[in-house]
């Protein structure tokens, strides 16, 4: 989520979006910087407190939206210690805090027809050394780990039978 006051200057506020990868530029007015900063918070508002699906179409949207700017912060390469700090999966070996060694790719290739299934899961692989920070992040509400986490239990709930 991005703090900022709709009093910052316009040279702020692009700095902002430049930081947080938002496409924003000189030619916009401030009201639609402001509108993309908007729209950026708004993917992580996310509160799926009565157990119901999430939009699955939406979710496709923000993780789009986000994996970029994810994808820059994030570097998973040069690890060679993995972990998953999604939700177990039944009927399948993945399990929250399972502890994978290999490349990421390496993995993603093991773990292909769950990741098939469950696409969110690709997302929840994290370098061992992070495991404490990415366990965080997906237990906070507001925060995209914690979208795909919420996405991957969904998922698990709508594919299983009772």
Same mark, same amino acid.
């Given at each position: 989520? /991005? $703090?900022?006051?709709?009093? @910052?200057?316009?040279? &702020?506020?692009?700095?902002?979006? &430049? %930081? ?5 530029? &000189? $030619?916009?007015? %401030? +009201? +639609? /910087?402001?509108?993309?900063? $908007? ?5 992580? &508002? ?17 993780? !789009?939206?986000?994996?970029? *700017?994810?994808? #820059? ?6 690890? @060679? ?10 009927? *399948? ?12 790719? $390496? ?6 027809? /769950? /990741?098939?299934?469950?696409?969110? *899961? ?6 061992? !050394?992070?495991?404490?920070? =990415?366990?965080?992040?997906? #237990?906070?509400?507001?925060?995209? =780990? ?17």
């Amino acid at each position: 989520m /991005i $703090d900022y006051k709709k009093t @910052d200057k316009k040279a &702020e506020l692009l700095k902002l979006c &430049e %930081k947080n990868g938002i496409k924003a530029n &000189e $030619d916009m007015s %401030k +009201e +639609e /910087i402001i509108s993309e900063l $908007d729209k950026f918070n708004a993917a992580f &508002e996310i509160k799926p407190s009565d157990n119901s699906m999430v939009d699955s179409e939406e979710t496709e949207k923000v993780i !789009g939206e986000k994996e970029q *700017t994810v994808e #820059k912060i994030e570097n998973m390469e040069g690890y @060679d210690r993995f972990a998953y700090v999604g939700p177990s999966i039944p009927e *399948t070996t993945l399990r929250e805090g399972a502890i994978f060694r290999g490349s990421l790719v $390496d993995i993603q290739e093991y773990l292909s027809d /769950i /990741i098939k299934k469950y696409p969110a *899961t690709q997302k929840l692989i994290v370098p061992v !050394g992070k495991l404490a920070e =990415y366990t965080n992040k997906v #237990k906070k509400a507001g925060n995209v =780990y914690n979208l795909y986490y919420q996405n991957v239990i969904s998922a698990v709930k709508g594919n299983k039978e009772v």
